[in-house]
């Protein structure tokens, strides 16, 4: 919950502050803000201090973080990168998620048996300050708002456009509906894979961890099919096709029997390969017909709803 609520509650009025601000700067102080809570992290750590109620503090800094940034480093894709290849961006975004998806768990795992924990915060405060670093030297142009020289309405009604904006687009209000139907019947059974793994196929951890990985692999080839082909002329062809065989993967993963664990290994790489398939261009979809001045506050409302990993 207390990862969740910052990306419920100030995902609005976050949007509606990176179409104010400027957007490199808003991802430099989200990113800024999320390193120096891993530093206070590996200093509890390294000292012993370490409270549970300093988690809920750090998960809530974080979280506050993470709800300025998506927002500002999708709403400035649509300013760097032509529309024709927007749909190819969006596919390397999602096989950089599943390439994280594969390397991250075994790589925690081989760090936590070499290093005290102090020592593996402190590289993610390193790897934060490349990520800041790298900003610097970017050129991320500022899309014109309509009255840029008068005096800015208040915030409330920058919020209250943005949401005027999505519910007037039926389009939009339809993708949206579909996509919360769908993860609402995913998240939960996604979320009971361990209890699958251990109860009906009898496994283990490694088990699961090869049902996840069969699923980053998946992410991660999807987005690279994704990129290279760029998806069909109508970007919502793609998406449907893509669900379609989401849907077919998942289908085979419940109806797998406990002897045929390998149908389910199959049924996740296919869910995972179709991932980007009907993310990535629905991404590029807002990018193009949401006006740039306004994307800040349309992906805060649509953001999470449109996409999924499981944990």
Do not use: C
Request: hydrophobic share 55%; glycine share 10%.
């Amino acid at each position: 919950m207390v990862a969740l609520l910052p990306e419920v509650l100030l995902g609005p009025f976050a949007g509606a502050l990176v179409d104010r601000w400027d957007r490199r700067e808003v991802m430099i102080v989200a990113d800024s803000l999320i390193a120096l809570v891993a530093a206070w992290l590996a200093y509890l750590f390294w000292t012993g201090a370490m409270q549970p109620w300093h988690v809920y503090v750090i998960m809530l800094a974080r979280a506050m973080g993470g709800a300025f940034h998506w927002p500002a480093m999708h709403a400035s894709t649509s300013l760097m990168v032509p529309e024709e290849h927007l749909t190819r961006v969006a596919g390397l975004n999602q096989t950089t998620q599943g390439a994280r998806s594969i390397v991250s768990p075994p790589l925690g795992a081989f760090l936590l048996g070499i290093l005290p924990l102090h020592a593996i915060m402190a590289i993610d405060v390193v790897t934060a300050a490349f990520a800041i670093l790298s900003l610097f030297f970017v050129h991320i142009p500022q899309p014109e708002r309509e009255g840029a020289k008068e005096s800015k309405p208040p915030l409330w009604e920058d919020v209250r456009e943005g949401l005027r904006y999505v519910w007037d687009r039926s389009g939009m209000v339809a993708m949206l509906a579909m996509a919360m139907v769908i993860n609402f019947l995913i998240r939960p059974a996604f979320s009971l894979m361990p209890i699958l793994v251990t109860r009906h196929f009898g496994g283990q951890a490694l088990q699961l961890g090869w049902m996840e990985s069969a699923w980053g692999i998946g992410v991660v080839l999807g987005g690279l099919i994704l990129s290279t082909w760029g998806g069909f002329r109508r970007r919502i062809t793609t998406t449907l096709s893509g669900l379609i065989g989401m849907g077919l993967g998942t289908l085979l993963v419940g109806l797998t029997p406990a002897e045929a664990s390998s149908l389910a290994l199959t049924g996740l790489f296919v869910a995972g390969f179709m991932n980007p398939i009907t993310n990535g261009p629905i991404h590029a979809l807002v990018q193009t017909l949401v006006a740039p001045e306004m994307q800040g506050r349309v992906f805060t409302v649509i953001g999470k709803v449109f996409s999924y990993q499981p944990s």
